[in-house]
Structures are given as C-alpha cells and as structure tokens.
C-alpha cells in the first residue's frame, strides 16, 4: 500500500508491500473543490490534474488579468473625462496596481507558501474579479455621459467636435464631486485586486510551475504563462476599442467617433472580463497541493535514497530550516545572486516603465504628431506608422518571451550566459536610449513659440474662443510656411475631409500672415519635412526592439531567482522582486520622471496647476534619454556582477538524477581515469553500474561490488522507471476516497 505520507521499502520478500520515507507531508493530491472538510473530488476530474492542465489554465487566467488591465489603461481617460477628475489623478491611479504589488507582495507571497497555492491564486483572481464588476457602479447609478465639454459646429451645420474658430461653446454637464470620488475609489479597488492577481499569478503560480515540472522544461511552461500575461493587454485594448466605438453619451447629439466629444460604452468590458477571470479562477482552484506526478517523482527518490543507504538531514540551523518570515527574508536579504539581479530588473522597470508612460507625449513634442484620442482606444490613429507599432509591439514582444523561454529550455543554456546575456541587453537598450538624443526633427516652429513657451492669443484669434485646455492639434498652411497649435488658435472656421484629410478654410491668421484674402487654407498635421520621416521610422523601430529585447530576459529571470534559493524561498523570492520594483520604480521613479516632464513644459493651458499639454522637445527627449540610458547602464553592471557570482550555478539539478551531492563531489575527488571516459547514463542505470566509494577509498563498479557478495546478501533492486509509471497509473484511475494502491 503506497501513500504520500509514508513509503517503506521491506525487503524481505519482493512480493511485499514496498515501503519508505518519502519526506512528503499530508497534501490533498486530487482535484476538486472543498472547504470545512466536504470536498466534491469527482474521479473524472482526476486525469486532468498534470502539469500541462495547470500551464494552461494558469496562461488563461494570466491573459485575462493582463486583458483587465489593458482595458483599464485604455478607458481609464475616457471615465476621467466623463466624470469630471484630474487626469493627473488618472496617471497615478493607472499605476496603482503595480504600487499595490509593492505593498503588499511580501505579505501575499508569504502567505500562500504553507496553504494551498491553487487556492491562494483563485481567491485573489476572484477579488479582482469582482472589483472589476465594481466598476459597473458608476455607469448604473449616474450614467456615461461626459461632465465636461464643447460643440462646435461646421459651416454646414454638423457636429464634428473639431476646435474650430467660434465664439460659442455649448457645455454639455457637470459632475458633482461625490460621482467624481465614488469613481475614482473603484478604479483604485479595481487597480487593488489587479496587483494582487498579479501577485498570485507570478509569485504562486510561477513557482507551482516550477515545483512541478522537470527543471529543463520548466522554463518554456514559464514562458507560456508570462507571454500570455503579456499579450494580454493588447486584447484589452482591442476590446476597450470596440466597446468605445458604441456611443453612450448623451442621445441628443451624434458627434463623430473621431471627435473629443465622443463618450464611448466603457463600463460594457468589465462584466465580459469579470465573468471570464471567476471561471478560470474556479478552475486554478480545483488542481491539488502538488500535482500527482511530482509525488511519484519523490516518492520514488526517497527508495532510491533508502536502498543507497543516503540519509536525508535536515539543517539545523534556523538560518537554513526556518520556514518563517524573517528568517526566510534574512536568506534572501544575504544572497548576493538574489539581491543584485533584484536591483538590476529595478533599474530596468524604473527605466522602461516611466519612458514608455511619456512616450506619445515625446513624440508629440518631437515631431509634432498628436497623441491618440482616448475614445479611439490607439487603433484608429490616423498616422498609420504608429498604428503599425500599436498593432506589433505587443504580439512580438509576447513572441520574443515565450522563444526566449523554448532556448532555455531546449539547449539548456547555463546561468553564465544567461547573466551574460542579460547584461548584453541592458547596454544594448542604453544604446537605443542614447541614440534617440542624436535623431532630430527641423520641423516648423509653431506660431507663438518664444523661448521654452507659448504665447498663443494672437490678434487674428482673440475672438475664437479658443479653450485654453484644448489639445494639441496641429494644422500647416496649405503653403507650409506656418504651423498652428491648433484650427482655432489658427482662426479656421470650416473643415472638409478629403479621403481623410482634414482641409480647414477661411483661417483668419494664415490670411493675416500672408496678406491675402484668397489664401486662407489648412492641412491637419504639421508641416511636412522628409528628414522628420526618417527620425520618426529610428524612433518606433528602437521602440520595438528594445521592448523585446526586454522581453527576453523575463524567463531567465525567474529562472534565476528560483534556482538561487531554497524551494520554500520561492515565491518570497518573487514577491521581494515585485515589492521593490513597486515601491521604487512606480513611486520615487514615477515622480522623477514627472519632474522632469514638467521642467521641459511649453504649454499648460490655463494655469500651472493645470496638467503639460505640449513639452518642449530637445529638453524633454534629453532628460528622459538620458536619465533611461543611465538606468540601464546600472543595470548591466549589475547583471555583469550577477554573471560573476551565478555563473556557475546549476539550473538544471535534479531532473536525470537522485544523487546525493556530497556523493558527487566525492565522486570527482577519486574518478578513476577509465570510468571518467564512460558515457552518462540515467540516474537508475548509475545506481546499477555506477562507481562505488568503498570506506578504504577504493572505486570500483556497483556491478562489480554486487558479485563479490554472497547470493544472500544481494539487496533487492526495483525498476524505478516503472515503479513510477505505475504509481503514475495507479494514481489516475483511484478514485478520490481510496487508498493509492501499488498492485
């Protein structure tokens, strides 16, 4: 009879039972629901509990967040504007998830390392589960429609919601400043329950994964499961631009989707994404402790162990047995591997984070192309270049993770090159950041540009009305000699669209410019420039590959961690990793880099209080190029001095071989020349015909050693491989309630 608790081997007869220590504690081992001691563990659930299952399901719940939180970023504007708060309040909230990580990944990630680890990832995936059907709140108590706004009207009567030159502006609502609070505080829960799924998914999941899995194939299940989290928000935005192209707001007027009065349906995602994540979240809950074929793996370890006479001792020194916080952080506090590539993946998240936050607002600033409107979601920027990458980065980014995943696993890369090549790709992305500062744009300085300012009431528009919080919306002079901040900072008063080209007509100031009445044209986007084309390509291609360049160091990462620390230090690890990266790279970082955006600010609008709506381009490109270049600078020479310690590290032990490591080195110590040019075999084989250490310091072959006996004395040998395909077999088909039989 064979349990996980015990497993003793008698040999007195093989037709036994065969029974040993499997240093295993009590787990549940089926699959299945329970709580209170009632349990619904159906058998026909039971061939589903393999690691290949869990990988799956795992991906699936790890999508669905990182869709969650796509959709969020997507929409989190467009409920800024409808409900009347700052969007600087939007900017902080948008990265809450990731300060919640910071907060409270030691606690969640030490929680769950003694309960159930399943259980632990579906309890925080039904909390954000149910914080994003929160958010349904607002819409049915007070609705959608935007708390502040204009219309403005074309020539021929329809609503374009362009900012065209008219002296009069139609305010469609205000909010009270409860239904702006009450909002506000569900975006945070929603953010809250992201950080801990988030938690639950990469410090419990992750380390399941690898608890579970042959060491060599665990880095490609891995990889699966950070791709898919990645290629999440992707579809969270493909969703939020579909959801915003149904207009929600108010029934009385129909402006285009195009326009700035547009309110799409942003609440109609969250109970699609909400019902989906609890689904999946009851499924992580079904699988068992530890899946059924790890514990044949220990189980036959531990008769091996017993038949070789190796006797397992635990450490006695609290440093290394104890199981508790401190002690636990203490070991991971003192690890040189865990603490330098911890500060390393900090200065690299700092970096990437905080630029890729400020990148649309560079590249208006730069090239003078205007950010993406909220309402379209990104994919229906009219620049199709942009759009491009919009559509790309994301799907090679994932690709890049779960390839990079697939080499570590199939040519077993060892810890030297993969901290080497961490390395290399830090002071390959400092390269791209550097590079952007050489890459210039001679593009046409807008009217009204003195010195780092502007100055945009002009006599020829003092009667337009113009708000000052319009955005950025450039329109050149049919001649291109002039660019305006905007067509009613321009004086224009009508539009056309001409195969989607906006054509603005009777613009006072191009006519005040150029002296002629006749001459009062506009094109929508700045004035052309063909060296500004090419500036543009360098910038989104570095973009891309350093995204992915990125991307590819995430699995060996995580392989890293956890082969650095004991098993039970695991997901600590991780959570000590997402507590500093929160804590610094999204609070001291994040207002970094905001100071320095405000320091290279142009254009407010109506006060200093007021958020930057244009940045002045040279400084603002050098502040960021340089302070990212320089973080990941620090960050290669971190990972240069991780290589120097983890070089040598094992990332595979384990997986062909149950031998004792002390045995090992005494095995290197006294190798006999003939047996060293023998070819490795499996681990059971070694155990037959390996070398034996006899107690004067003699080597010879087990096989040998076996002969020399007498009959009588022969210990019985047992077929490993089959002993675990059985138990394997044996496993599958008992049913939940009886013993786990071996004949």
């Not at 002039?482 to 669209?497: D, K, N, R, W």
């Not at 502040?623 to 971190?638: D, V």
């Amino acid at each position: 009879m064979i349990r996980p608790e015990m497993l003793i081997h008698n040999n007195e007869a093989l037709d036994k039972d065969i029974r040993a220590p499997a240093r295993l504690l009590a787990k549940q081992l089926h699959c299945g629901l329970g709580m209170n001691g009632y349990y619904w563990e159906p058998a026909c659930l039971q061939r589903f509990a393999t690691h290949r299952v869990f990988v799956a399901v795992l991906a699936a719940l790890a999508f669905l967040q990182g869709a969650s939180m796509g959709y969020f970023t997507a929409t989190a504007n467009v409920v800024a504007s409808s409900f009347g708060f700052s969007h600087n309040v939007v900017s902080w909230i948008t990265v809450s998830n990731e300060i919640a990580q910071g907060v409270l990944g030691l606690a969640v990630s030490f929680g769950g390392v003694r309960g159930h680890r399943p259980g632990w990832i579906a309890t925080c995936a039904t909390l954000h589960a149910l914080t994003c059907f929160l958010l349904l709140l607002p819409h049915l108590v007070h609705g959608s429609s935007p708390a502040h706004g204009h219309m403005t009207s074309t020539k021929d009567g329809e609503s374009r919601g362009e900012p065209l030159c008219s002296n009069v502006t139609t305010p469609i609502g205000e909010r009270a400043a409860d239904d702006c609070h009450f909002t506000a505080v569900l975006m945070f829960l929603v953010q809250l329950g992201a950080g801990l799924g988030g938690i639950a998914v990469l410090a419990h999941g992750i380390s399941y994964v690898d608890d579970n899995v042959e060491k060599s194939t665990s880095a490609a299940l891995i990889g699966e499961v950070i791709a898919l989290r990645h290629l999440g928000p992707y579809m969270g935005v493909l969703l939020a631009w579909r959801c915003l192209s149904i207009y929600s707001g108010h029934l009385d007027v129909d402006p285009q989707q195009a326009s700035y009065d547009w309110v799409g349906a942003w609440w109609l995602g969250w109970p699609i994404l909400s019902t989906l994540m609890f689904v999946v979240a009851i499924l992580v809950a079904m699988f068992p402790s530890q899946l059924p074929s790890q514990v044949v793996k220990e189980m036959a370890a531990s008769i091996v162990d017993l038949t070789r006479g190796v006797t397992i001792r635990e450490p006695v020194d609290p440093k290394l047995s104890s199981t508790g916080f401190f002690w636990s952080l203490r070991r991971l506090l003192t690890s040189r591997i865990i603490v330098l590539n911890t500060l390393a993946t900090v200065c690299l998240q700092t970096a990437m984070a905080n630029y890729l936050a400020l990148e649309d607002k560079y590249l208006e600033s730069k090239f003078y192309i205007p950010r993406p409107l909220e309402a379209a979601g990104g994919f229906s920027d009219p620049w199709t270049s942009r759009l491009a990458i919009t559509v790309l980065k994301p799907p090679l980014v994932a690709l890049h993770i779960l390839v990079s995943g697939l080499v570590i696993s199939k040519m077993r890369m060892r810890a030297g090159r993969l901290t080497g090549w961490h390395t290399v790709l830090a002071i390959l992305v400092a390269l791209f950041m550097f590079s952007r500062i050489i890459t210039r744009c001679p593009s046409q300085p807008i009217e009204g540009a003195r010195q780092g300012s502007l100055q945009l009431l002009q006599t020829c528009n003092r009667d337009c009305g113009c708000p000052n919080s319009t955005l950025f919306s450039p329109v050149c002079s049919q001649q291109g000699s002039f660019l305006f901040y905007s067509p009613c900072h321009a004086g224009c008063t009508e539009v056309q669209y001409l195969d989607d080209v906006k054509i603005f007509g009777k613009c006072s100031c191009i006519q005040a410019k150029l002296g002629n009445a006749a001459l009062h044209q506009a094109k929508g986007g700045p004035c052309s420039n063909p060296k500004c084309g090419v500036s543009w390509i360098i910038d989104q291609c570095v973009t891309v590959l350093a995204a992915a360049l990125v991307g590819t160091r995430l699995v060996g990462n995580a392989i890293l961690t956890f082969r650095s620390v004991q098993p039970k230090d695991k997901s600590l690890a991780v959570g000590l990793e997402l507590t500093l990266v929160g804590l610094i790279a999204y609070i001291p970082g994040k207002l970094l880099y905001q100071l320095m955006a405000d320091l290279s600010c142009m254009y407010r609008g109506g006060s200093d209080a007021e958020p930057c709506i244009l940045h002045d381009a040279e400084m603002f490109g050098r502040y960021i190029n340089i302070t990212s270049g320089c973080l990941m600078i620090i960050c290669a020479l971190l990972s240069a001095a991780v290589w120097h310690f983890a070089r040598d590290l094992d990332l595979y032990t384990g997986d062909d071989s149950y031998v004792d490591e002390l045995e090992l080195r005494e095995l290197r110590r006294r190798r006999d020349p003939k047996i060293s040019s023998r070819q490795a075999t499996p681990a059971v084989r070694r155990r037959k015909n390996g070398p034996f250490v006899s107690e004067e310091g003699e080597v010879t072959l087990r096989s040998d050693e076996d002969r020399m006996k007498r009959p009588e004395e022969v210990a019985p040998r047992f077929n490993i491989l089959d002993l675990s395909d059985h138990l394997e077999d044996s496993m599958e088909s008992s049913s939940p309630n009886r013993p786990l039989s071996l004949y």
